[in-house]
């Protein structure tokens, strides 16, 4: 059974203090893995899709990078309107595409 | 460009009712997928619709069903409603059943249960 598990839950930081979320996956085939962001009472909004280990997508302050076991994404001098829940999903090649397996989240929190 | 829409946005029922949520697919997708997101947690699939077939489903009991109209809009019908289905329902879209293609979210329904 393919799993997601993100780390940390919660992510406190000071504006301009950069730091990285991690996601750990578990998953037969990787079709794709995917980074959305969400805000209290909306739908998640997509951010990258990373196909192969190795790969690297930026926009704005974040930076998402893939390994076989791992995903990061990286958020360098963030802003407080940065503040959201990050959420990693993952797909795999033995189920059709748009089956996502989602981890939990990590909840940013960017004071000014 | 239309987004996904979502209706209603919150709704209120008793246990044991019935309840039926909509869902319109962004423009140019033709692939709906649904999803349970629990307070605090990541969403979870329930199933998703294709060419109006449900194409796959996840560990979710037969109450829940759905459907899928010519114009790739669709519905979630869930009946005997227990208080463990209050949750967000999210409806997510795409193009087409295979390949990469990320899912765009509608802003979800809330569901709540008495």
């Known amino acids: 059974e393919d799993q997601v598990t993100q780390s940390p839950e919660a992510l406190r930081l000071q504006e301009g203090e950069s730091s990285s979320l991690n996601c750990s996956y578990t998953?037969?085939?990787?079709?794709?893995l995917f980074w959305y962001r969400q805000d209290p009472g909306k739908g998640p909004e997509f951010l990258f899709t990373?196909?192969?280990a190795g790969e690297e997508k930026e926009k704005e302050r974040l930076k998402a990078t893939l390994t076989k076991k791992e995903s990061f994404l990286h958020i360098t001098a963030p802003k407080p309107e940065d503040s959201a829940t990050y959420l990693c999903?993952?797909?795999?090649?033995?189920?059709?595409?748009?089956?996502?397996?989602f981890g939990d989240g990590t909840t940013l929190t960017v004071k000014p | 460009d239309a987004g996904v829409t979502q209706s209603p946005t919150h709704l209120i029922k008793t246990r044991g009712q019935q309840v039926t949520l909509r869902c319109s697919p962004k423009?140019?997708?033709?692939?709906v997928s649904w999803y349970q997101q629990a307070l605090g947690q990541g969403p979870q699939f329930i199933f998703q619709?294709?060419?109006?077939?449900?194409?796959q489903r996840g560990n979710f009991p037969d109450r829940f069903s759905g459907h899928q109209f010519p114009n790739y809009s669709s519905e979630l019908n869930v009946n005997a409603l227990l208080l463990g289905d209050s949750a967000l329902y999210l409806c997510?879209?795409?193009?087409?059943?295979?390949?990469?293609?990320?899912?765009?979210f509608g802003d979800g329904t809330r569901l709540s249960i008495l």
């Open positions: 997510a879209s795409s193009l087409g059943s295979g390949g990469n293609q990320p899912q765009h």
């Open positions: 999903a993952v797909q795999a090649f033995t189920t059709n595409a748009g089956k996502s397996t």
């Open positions: 423009s140019g997708h033709d692939t």
């Open positions: 998953v037969s085939g990787l079709r794709g």
């Open positions: 990373l196909y192969s």
């Open positions: 619709y294709y060419e109006e077939e449900e194409r």
